[in-house]
């Protein structure tokens, strides 16, 4: 670009001394020259062809554009995330679509991908990535184990996509010896190479390549998750979240856009059993379901005794605060508890000690609506996701 601006000025200049310079200058051809010129100029970058400082081997094409997160809103502002009762995003808005994006920057940012498990990635690297969402985003009503959910599904995609993008493939020499992806130092870049090519991950890898094949009712919701698939019903309905059960949600999230259903059998017999007995949408271990998908896998829990019966627990309220202390003592979803089921979210707990008597009940009814409704020595329902041990 810069050529050609340089060439043209000269092109002007000849056309200068060639013609007459008072009949130029009478003309306005000077203000036409530099127009022509500032507008060439206007269309170029000087930067276009500079890279930031710094190592440019962590930069795997100087070229692509530097990955950049959300800025924050002035005045302090923050983008407020809408949740459920069980403090899991919701909201199908501009928010939540941005907040997903920047989970994916702040954990390529801040998590190596050196660990084989996530639960190996140190606490305060994942609090790094907390801390940079919680600039531009108010997720004080965010459930803690959703979010580390949404952190860890991130990392897990991102070294995914290294892998096959980058490695597979490809001789790991000459992986080696290309630029390593941005934010990845090159020493942790050798050793998640070692590891990709290693008999231990290239078996493991056959593995879920394998298991991946056998499914048969594959999800189509993309980014759209489970909680917000939801929330859409219970808006069209009129009714909460909390109402819709697990089957309802299972059929929309196994329907494309243009309506095609990937798993037509599988769908055809849910509704059918749905029709027969309406109570198998919440009761049972998702009746409908179990109906079609048969008996728990092997290694399963059914016949024995489960595993959190009798167990001391600690119930989570929203915003993320220890609000009880109790025991567990119903995780059958047939069980009741204030007349309803429990269903396949819920737990039944006796409540020994009560921290937060104002903490709202996430099944609330006329007649108690808070913790201390309920009171000590009394059962209340608790969402599994929102129990601790």
Known sequence: MVFDVITFAWICLHFVIDLDFEWFWSNNGIELVLNTILRCMAH???????????????????KKRISTGSKSLPNGKKKVIGVNSWGQPNQANSETNTYSSDIGFQVRMHLPIIYESFNDVPNDRIALVVKGLEECYDISHVAWFDLKEKIRDAWKRYKSYLNTTLIVGNSPGDVKASPAPEFVPREDWVKFIDYCNSEKFLAKSKRNKKNRAKLIAPCTLGRTSMPITRHKLAEERGVTDEEIGRVEVYIPAHTKKDKTIQCPDVIAELQNTIRKDPKSIRTGPNVAIAQKFGKERKGG???????????????????????????????????????????????????????????????????????????????????????TF
Not at 44 to 62: A, E, I, M, P, R
Not at 333 to 341: F, G
Not at 357 to 375: E, Q
Request: charged share 25%; net charge neutral.
């Open 44 to 62: 170029y970058n000087l930067f276009d062809n500079l890279q930031l400082s710094g190592d440019d081997s962590n930069t795997v094409d100087s």
């Open 301 to 387: 829990t059914r016949g024995k005794k489960h595993q959190h019966i009798d167990k001391e627990c600690r119930l989570v309220g929203c915003p993320w605060r220890i609000v009880a202390h109790g025991v567990i003592v119903g995780v059958d979803p047939t069980h009741m508890c204030h007349s309803v089921a429990l269903g396949d979210d819920f737990y039944k707990v006796a409540i020994h000690d009560i921290v937060d008597g104002n903490a709202l009940l996430f099944r609330p009814n006329s007649n108690i609506k808070r913790l201390l409704d309920v009171g000590i020595r009394s059962f209340v329902a608790w969402p599994k996701s929102m129990i």
